[in-house]
């Protein structure tokens, strides 16, 4: 919820849209307190990890959901719940006036457009890649209108193997999108499976950096009943999951110029580091692991994270965390990201102005590094 005053002591015009939907959630703890936003700061503020998405999909997820046909997964009721809360969708569904305002009032220079979880992975088999084209069809016009505000990853359908490798080479030639992004899991398969590596070196030959942003963990009552469903442990807890197996299957050693990137604060992994590395022993080589294909690492786990793996900050503007990440990772691995519409907060963003960050790399943190990540232009 977007919280605290506008500079001239207005309410923020933001607020109304969370009203009933997101009543319960409040700032507390160690969220930053109320601050200004420097409107003449010597950097753009790119966030990257800005949610959308678009009716038709909306509609195909809830045709599914309530059809009685589709699996029993959590992240298809997730999109039925968010389908059901007005506001939110709202924000979601445009990417015109009403975002651009937006952000306009929290000082966003920019937005990396993500297709929000759950995405086209979860529709109905022979739906997911025609809804993912028009998907990428909608976000490269919203980026041609506004070029200087938008840029955009292409959506795909892992389940449907050359349907997402044509998608990712239209994506990034014909349409110029900036990245893939990929919601997790699809119906509890991560791409660490060998069947669906030639995305990953479609992702890899199209120089095309990939986000895998989280969703509900797969089959998963234990999360649900405890209220862990989303971003207090299923949400990270499944990129974790994508991404050590990533790393573990050898998928960074196939395709070593492939590049991921990671948000909130790097799902907490970049904290483990060392422990990964002691540890590694435990599966690296194993020959029982993976139907007998579990490969020998090249290098330690924390090689991957400092060479193949970039974090963002969505929903962590914690200065001691940004820190720790900056100086484990290198300052050029760590991106801002804001989590629009889910988590917005104008002291939030006011708060990395403030942050005690040599100007070098907070002007990476907050613009160069998507520059470089992403390949967008000045």
């Known amino acids: 919820m977007v919280s605290g005053k506008l500079e001239d002591g207005s309410e923020k015009g933001l607020k109304g849209h969370f009203k009933e939907d997101w009543s319960h959630r409040t700032r507390t703890g160690l969220a930053p307190r109320a601050g200004h936003v420097d409107r003449n700061a010597p ?7 800005e949610a959308w998405t678009f009716p038709e999909l909306v509609k195909a997820q809830v045709r ?30 445009d990417l015109g ?50 070029p200087d505000r938008f840029s955009a990853c292409a959506a795909f359908d892992p389940r449907d193997v050359a349907g997402s490798v044509q998608e990712i080479e239209r994506a990034m030639g014909d349409l110029k999108l900036n990245g893939a992004v990929l ?11 060998q069947d669906y590596w030639p995305i990953l070196e479609a992702l890899e030959a199209m120089d095309a950096a990939l986000y895998i942003h989280p969703t509900a963990p797969y089959n998963a009552p234990h999360y649900e009943e405890r209220g862990f469903f989303g971003a ?5 807890h499944d990129v974790w999951l994508h991404t050590m197996g990533l790393i573990f299957s050898g998928a960074f050693d196939r395709f070593p110029k492939l590049r991921l990137v990671i948000g909130h604060m790097g799902e907490c992994l970049p904290l ?15 020959s029982h692991l993976r139907g007998g294909n579990q490969p020998k690492l090249k290098h330690p786990v924390s090689h991957y994270f400092k060479t193949n793996i970039w974090i963002t900050t969505s929903g962590v503007g914690w200065e001691p965390a940004i820190k720790f990440c900056q100086e484990v990772l290198g300052p050029d691995r760590v ?12 002291d939030e963003v006011a708060a990395y102005d403030t942050m005690a960050i040599d100007a070098k790399v907070k002007k990476m943190l907050m613009e160069d590094n998507a520059r470089n990540v992403f390949r967008i232009g000045s």
């Not at 207090?232 to 990270?236: C, R, V």
């Open 43 to 49: 950097y753009q503020r790119i966030a990257t990890e």
């Open 64 to 93: 599914y959901l309530e059809s009685g046909d589709a699996p029993d997964d959590d992240s298809l009721k997730m999109a039925g719940m968010f389908s059901k809360m007005p506001s939110l969708q709202e924000m979601l569904q």
């Open 97 to 146: 006036d009403l975002r651009l305002s937006h952000m306009d009032e929290l000082a966003i220079n920019r937005q990396l457009l993500l297709l929000t979880a759950p995405g086209v992975q979860v529709v109905r088999p022979g739906e997911g890649t025609p809804l993912a084209r028009e998907a990428n069809d909608i976000a490269a016009e919203a980026c041609r209108n506004h």
């Open 183 to 193: 919601n997790s899991h699809f119906q509890g398969h991560y791409l660490d499976e």
């Open 232 to 236: 207090l442990a299923g949400f990270p």
């Open 272 to 286: 483990h580091l060392y422990r990964f590395d002691w540890m590694q022993g435990n599966a690296d080589g194993r």
């Open 335 to 346: 991106l801002y990201a804001m989590d629009y519409p889910y988590q917005q907060s104008y």
